[in-house]
């Protein structure tokens, strides 16, 4: 009898506690700063708006990079002219963007067109864990060619970087809807 009475005991004080659940998943919560702008002007034939947040490094050449301590990422900025070679120069800007293909998910295509101050481009952001979730290209068409990829400083893990992503994104955008060639 005592054993039953003792089951019955132990049974009673398993059964009142709360069930088991799985914990729900979390996301990385990262808030940025509010993104304000002021005009590069930098010794290149062209000038755009850039996040005051972010340190200018001028590189070889005509290249620039655009650095965020803070999110730990860049945009990178080549700029090239255009000397009857616009065909390759796309070319080469749309088969880097194509090179992610191995690793990304999927990848999105935005035309960019300012036809009042001669900005052509194309917006290309990458979803997945490839090396860089966004580039561009922006060109005048006849003289002028500028193409730009952002990378950050750490494995391509989508998820871990994603809002740094989507804060560099916007900034990319800024940067080519304020764009201009100074000639």
Known sequence: MKFVLSFIVLLL?????????????????????????DTLEIEEPYLFQKNKSALVVKESNHDIRIYYPLQKGAIFISYKPVVNNLDSLLRDAQNFTQKHVIKAESISEQLFVNSKNRVFGMLYEVTG??????????????????????????????????????YLAKDIKTLMESFRWKK
């Open 13 to 37: 004080m398993l059964a009142c506690k709360d069930p088991v659940l799985p914990k729900p998943k979390t996301q990385l919560s990262l808030e940025y700063p509010v993104a304000d702008y």
């Open 129 to 166: 864990n490839a090396a860089s979730q966004t580039q561009f290209y922006l060109t005048d068409s006849v003289w002028n060619f500028v193409v730009g990829s952002v990378y950050f400083e750490a494995r391509p893990n989508y998820d871990s970087i994603l809002p740094a992503a989507v």
